[in-house]
């Protein structure tokens, strides 16, 4: 599967402001995503940014004035005309002051708020500014107008500014604004679908510093949980501890064991449609936990354990109207665990990979796995990212009888 960006047009504007330098990052992961890519900048952003930069990244000329701009590459049209109806999606990064202020009141005045006038993809600004500018009640009234006309704000992130201020008015990160873009461009073909995921490991504490745990990062539940947000899922992500940040659009909910995580899902699965088990759950704990750190001298040679609750069989159990989605992570015979467990647990689909493979472990930001279905057929697929993956999994949750 193409990622969501691959062969789009997008148009990068840039404005005059001191973000405008990561405008070259943002542009090198949309070009990484195989989008298209044309840079339309404001007079002022080019005192901040060099063109030879934004023309070498985006592999064709800048246009930065309406003038020069009068025709264009075919030398046969208007050029912020037919970039504004060949585009995919505009992308204003850094938005300044200014050019919000253009846009919200309907002033074309230089070939970027020109072309904007003239586009109707789906527009995206990200503001980028002074504390004091950002807060002014004149910028704020016309961010609200362009969100009522339409546009996808990204607000800006809080912190130490160029300008010496310190609150909002941060440019967000380029790997921000693009999961925002993507999220924007991805049909919603699971609107009105509530969605559960897990992710991560379980601790199982034996004192305040030991658990028992496993090696699992929590990225492909994270992936599922952001694809499914993207295509217009209600998500809640229960998650075991991970270093991952939190997905933007996503209910989530840190927990650390697997108690607590059978509490999480238990306790919402009434009302879900979808629930997909990713996380690698302990299945046993300790059967006691020291209040305090257990001295080495003090300590006994062995550790009893308790049985953990299998969440996925309660929920097998328990199941209704709700699709479950298990996971297997196998060293052997994957194809008999993974349909032994998916009988067992009652599920609708089950993914299985062997561990042992290489790019396809529990770190790793690939995965190649195989679908194994009720009806007793399996999809084997190709080593891909987990993001991708993450798409193509819930293409075939979609694709599942309903129930
Ligand atoms: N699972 C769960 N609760 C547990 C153990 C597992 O919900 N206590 C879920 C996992 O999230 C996964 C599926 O069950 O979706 C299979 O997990 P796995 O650890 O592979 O299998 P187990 O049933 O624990 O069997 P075994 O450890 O013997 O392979």
């Not at 052997?332 to 009652?346: C, D, Q, R, V």
């Not at 399996?378 to 293409?395: F, G, R, S």
């Amino acid at each position: 599967m193409k990622d969501i960006l691959a062969d789009k047009n997008i148009v990068l504007g840039v404005c005059g402001g001191i973000a405008a330098y990561k405008s070259a990052e943002l542009l090198r992961l949309f070009i990484k995503k195989g989008a298209k890519v044309r840079v339309m900048t404001s007079k002022s952003a080019l005192k901040f940014i060099g063109e030879a930069t934004l023309a070498a990244l985006s592999g064709t000329s800048v246009c930065s004035d309406l003038f020069d701009a009068e025709t264009a590459d075919d030398g046969a049209a208007i050029k912020h005309i037919e970039w504004a109806e060949t585009a995919d999606a505009v992308v204003i990064a850094p938005a300044t002051a200014n050019m919000v202020g253009k846009l919200a009141n309907g002033i074309a005045d230089d070939a970027l708020s020109t072309f904007l006038l003239a586009v109707t993809a789906p527009r995206f600004i990200c503001p980028s500014m002074n504390t004091h500018m950002y807060e002014n009640r004149a910028v704020q009234r016309n961010l609200d107008r362009l969100e009522q006309d339409g546009y996808a704000i990204l607000e800006p992130g809080s912190g130490s500014l160029a300008c010496g201020t310190v609150g909002p008015g941060r440019l967000p990160e380029p790997h921000e604004i693009l999961a925002l873009v993507t999220a924007g461009l991805t049909p919603k073909d699971l609107a009105s679908q509530k969605v559960l995921v897990t992710a991560g490991p379980t601790h199982e504490p034996l004192d305040p510093v030991r658990y028992i745990g496993n090696p699992s990062s929590g990225k492909m539940g994270f992936a599922l949980a952001t694809a499914a947000a993207d295509r217009g899922a209600d998500v809640t992500l229960v998650s075991g501890p991970t270093v991952l940040a939190d997905p933007p659009g996503v209910e989530l909910v840190r927990v650390k064991t697997a108690q607590e995580m059978y509490t999480a899902v238990m306790e919402r699965f009434a009302d879900l449609d979808i629930l997909i088990k990713s996380a690698a759950v302990s299945d046993f704990r300790p059967d006691t936990c020291c209040d305090q750190k257990v001295k080495k001298d003090k300590a006994a040679d062995t550790i009893c354990l308790a049985r953990n609750p299998d969440i996925l069989k309660e929920a097998g159990h328990a199941k209704k109207q709700q699709l479950l989605i298990g996971f297997a992570a196998e060293t052997e015979h994957l194809e008999i665990y993974a349909t032994g467990k998916l009988k067992e647990k009652n599920l609708d689909m089950i993914v299985g990979n062997l561990v042992t493979q290489a790019e396809a472990g529990f770190q790793a930001d690939t995965n190649q796995v195989t679908l194994f279905f009720k009806d007793g057929t399996h999809a084997t697929l190709p080593l891909m990212e987990k993001a991708q993956l993450a798409h193509v999994i819930l293409d075939h949750i979609r694709q599942l009888p309903a129930r």
